[in-house]
């Protein structure tokens, strides 16, 4: 089932069933964040999953976090990403573009004015990033205005309609990971009292605003969205996972979206130990439409996930950075190249357009 061509809509057919997870690469162009062509390369090399969900790219310059990943807003940015996806469409692939705004996972350094990070409230999560001065402990972010809140979601409509006229078939909103949507919906990280905040349908507000607003430039057919709600930051949780998530996913099918990605940031023996284990079963009983299941997949699991209708499509992540071919090497039972993490985020071609 796996190598069998997929419908998403009347209008859109993958090849197979095999979709590359978003995967922040870092290779893009360090003075104005466009992609470039190494990333074409590296793209074109992958083009034969069904769809690419290409990295997530940020809406805003206040959406920034990590150096040399790439933007969505402006016009060499979308100069940028036509050669990606002029290159991978030649192939006859599919790509979409995930839209990213970090939140707090950021340093005022990295920020326009110098500004500190914006969150739903005041949060300093664990880590360093990097910055002009090396790397630092991230910063306090500050809790969003009702002016930065309106701003963002006019900035994903604008950056959704900046990767339409790039030439990607459609867009992944970033709903996952603890990143700025996903810091409004969990109880652990927003703390407002105003309509934002409160109860999961407050807290969820930010998020369907965005869909909305991304929904009056592009068709529902070209939009999805990726949810982590089994995902686990230190800090950075929901007391009530399964019913929060289960209340978006739930309202989610008022929109008739692409797809609804669900990452699970586990491998499949941390699934099976952990308490949210089985959460794609669950959320496929109450969503009505195309599912992606990611985390940790083999051929095998893959197999037995579309096997037991558990989802629609299948998305591999690090298998993808070491082998360009993996649908090939799957199908034909070859064995896998084993991905080198120190090249992950930099090294340039290495470890990149090299395997
Ligand atoms: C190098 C790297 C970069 C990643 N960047 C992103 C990203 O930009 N957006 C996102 O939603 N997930 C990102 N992820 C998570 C992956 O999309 C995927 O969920 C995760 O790797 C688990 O799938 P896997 O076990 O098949 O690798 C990243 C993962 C890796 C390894």
């Not at 900046?162 to 703390?191: P, R």
Request: charged share 20%.
């Amino acid at each position: 089932m796996l190598f069998e061509p997929f419908s998403l809509s009347p209008h859109i057919t993958f090849s197979n069933r095999m979709v590359m997870a978003p995967m922040t690469r870092r290779r893009a162009e360090n003075d104005d964040l466009a992609a470039n062509d190494l990333m074409a390369l590296y793209y074109r090399q992958r083009a034969s999953c069904g769809l690419i969900i290409a990295e997530g790219s940020q809406i805003s310059p206040q959406a920034y976090g990590y150096t040399n990943s790439p933007g969505c807003f402006t016009r060499k940015q979308v100069a940028g990403w036509k050669k990606v996806t002029g290159a991978v469409h030649q192939e006859g692939g599919k790509i979409f573009l995930q839209l990213w705004h970090v939140g707090p996972y950021s340093h005022a350094l990295l920020q326009p004015g110098q500004q500190s990070p914006l969150s739903a409230s005041p949060v300093k999560p664990d880590g360093e990033v990097l910055t002009s001065r090396g790397r630092l402990p991230y910063d306090w972010a500050r809790a969003m205005t009702k002016e930065d809140i309106w701003q963002t979601i006019a900035d994903f409509g604008k950056a959704a309609a900046n990767a339409s006229q790039a030439g990607f078939d459609g867009v992944e909103i970033h709903g996952a990971h603890a990143y700025v949507i996903d810091q409004f919906i969990m109880d652990g990280t927003n703390k407002r009292n105003d309509e934002f905040g409160g109860s999961v349908e407050n807290r969820s507000k930010f998020l369907f605003l965005i869909v909305e607003e991304v929904l009056k430039y592009l068709p529902p057919e070209k939009v999805g969205l990726r949810l982590s709600p089994a995902s686990v930051k230190p800090r950075m949780e929901d007391s009530q996972p399964l019913k929060t998530y289960g209340y978006i996913v739930e309202k989610l099918n008022d929109y008739q979206l692409a797809y609804l990605h669900i990452s699970e940031m586990m491998t499949p023996e941390e699934r099976m130990s952990s308490p949210l284990r089985g959460v794609v079963p669950f959320y496929r009983n109450l969503y009505k439409g195309n599912l992606i299941s990611c985390g940790g997949h083999t051929a095998e699991s893959a197999t037995r996930m579309l096997k037991e209708d558990q989802a629609d499509l299948i998305a591999f992540g690090k298998p993808f950075i070491s082998n360009p071919d993996l649908v090939d090497k799957l199908k034909n039972s070859i064995p896998l190249t084993p991905w080198e993490k120190d090249t992950f985020y930099h090294g340039g071609e290495k470890g990149y357009v090299d395997y």
